[in-house]
């Protein structure tokens, strides 16, 4: 007899507040394994965006709301020891459209102690203004500006004993193209204009350990980050070099047989990219002289120096005690989840609640 795959529907819902923004994130996602050790995994979510801000596309600054809908598709085929996927993904907006297809391919060795994964990846993205009919970014005799992403990622990870495991990233991303908002504007200088080549690095680590007699689990992450614009040395002439230390512990304690608790506390430290300047305290720091050929000067305040602080709760239970209730029975094989995050921000987005809630049942 054919044993059942781990067919299952995920159904989350986000929302996300800062005094200016709103964000509503519904998601849906289905897993199917079909035989012959392939699998799928589908998703489609919303994104509905409320904000006050210019720079979400308004002449002025005044409420405004945007829908983000993203469908994706992956395909998986499982081997002995080798696992292989292939996914597309499509995000459209009223003036942002994305197409990205990524591919891993990962390997266990040494007894199925390591695992090692690379993936690949390629995003393609158009973006057209609202309110400027030829955007600068633009080639003529387009009136649409594009970005173009490649990504490749390599990670190690290792059973260190029979409660203990040990995981290194790497990965680079090489960016081509507009990467501001075709909205946002600099005080004396007009639409921004950021550098148009960016390569991204990252590394990472993570450790887990788990306690057998208490039920709990713990993890520590860290990573380091870092840019630069290709081609150019380590010097201040590259309008980049952005440093950013992220460190991030959890700690997961069951509370009985099907009730998990979760807590998580993350801190975020960067620098601000070399180019960019804080208009929001002095509107004239951008200077002629101070900016590189061709200029390059931007107001977006992702690229300035960020401190974060994010804790969150986060419960887990598991509904296999509802087998004895009439009509719920039919809930008893889900997994239900609930969080709560606070971000901790010095920019001017300020700080934010995140709410999260989700289910998974199989089918």
């Given at each position: 007899m054919e044993a059942r795959g781990a067919d299952q529907v995920t159904v989350r819902g986000a929302y996300y507040r800062e005094p200016s923004t709103r964000v509503i994130q519904p998601v849906v996602d289905i897993q199917k394994d079909l035989p012959h050790g392939v699998d799928l995994d589908a998703h489609y979510l919303v994104d509905a965006i409320t904000s006050a801000s210019a720079a979400a596309g308004t002449t002025k600054d005044s409420i405004f709301t945007e829908v983000r809908n993203e469908v994706a598709l992956a395909v998986g085929k499982n081997?002995?020891?080798?696992?292989?996927?292939?996914?597309?993904r499509y995000s459209a907006e009223s003036d942002y459209w994305s197409h990205g297809l990524g591919g891993s391919?990962?390997?266990?060795?040494w007894g199925d102690t390591a695992t090692v994964a690379l993936s690949l990846g390629v995003s393609l993205d158009t973006m057209s203004s609202r309110d400027r009919p030829s955007p600068d970014c633009a080639v003529a005799p387009h009136t649409y500006c594009t970005l173009d992403s490649y990504f490749a990622g390599l990670s190690y990870t290792q059973?260190?004993?029979?409660?203990?495991v040990a995981q290194v990233d790497g990965e680079i991303a090489y960016l081509d193209g507009f990467?501001?908002?075709?909205?946002?504007?600099?005080?004396?200088?007009?639409?921004?204009?950021?550098p148009d080549q960016r390569l991204r690095n990252a590394v990472a680590g993570r450790f887990a350990y788990y306690f057998p007699?208490?039920?709990?689990?713990?993890?520590?992450?860290?990573?380091?980050?870092?840019?630069?614009?290709?081609?150019?040395?380590?010097?201040p002439t590259d309008p980049w070099l952005m440093r950013a230390h992220t460190i991030e512990a959890r700690v997961y304690q069951k509370l009985s047989r099907s009730l998990e608790v979760r807590l998580l506390y993350r801190q975020h430290l960067q620098n601000r990219a070399q180019f960019w300047c804080d208009v929001t305290l002095n509107s004239s720091c951008y200077q002629p002289v101070a900016m590189s050929s061709p200029p390059t000067y931007s107001a977006d305040p992702k690229l300035g120096p960020i401190h974060t602080e994010y804790p969150e709760v986060k419960l887990v239970w598991d509904a296999d005690g509802l087998r004895a209730v009439p009509f719920l029975r039919w809930f008893s094989a889900a997994t239900f989840e609930i969080s709560y995050?606070?971000?901790?921000?010095?920019d001017s987005f300020r700080n934010a609640h995140v709410l999260q809630a989700g289910a998974t049942m199989p089918y």
């Open positions: 081997w002995d020891r080798t696992r292989a996927t292939l996914g597309y391919l990962a390997g266990r060795f059973v260190l004993s029979p409660v203990a990467q501001g908002n075709l909205y946002r504007q600099v005080p004396g200088l007009g639409y921004e204009k950021p007699s208490s039920s709990t689990g713990v993890q520590l992450h860290y990573r380091f980050y870092w840019d630069l614009f290709p081609g150019t040395a380590p010097t995050g606070y971000y901790m921000q010095n």
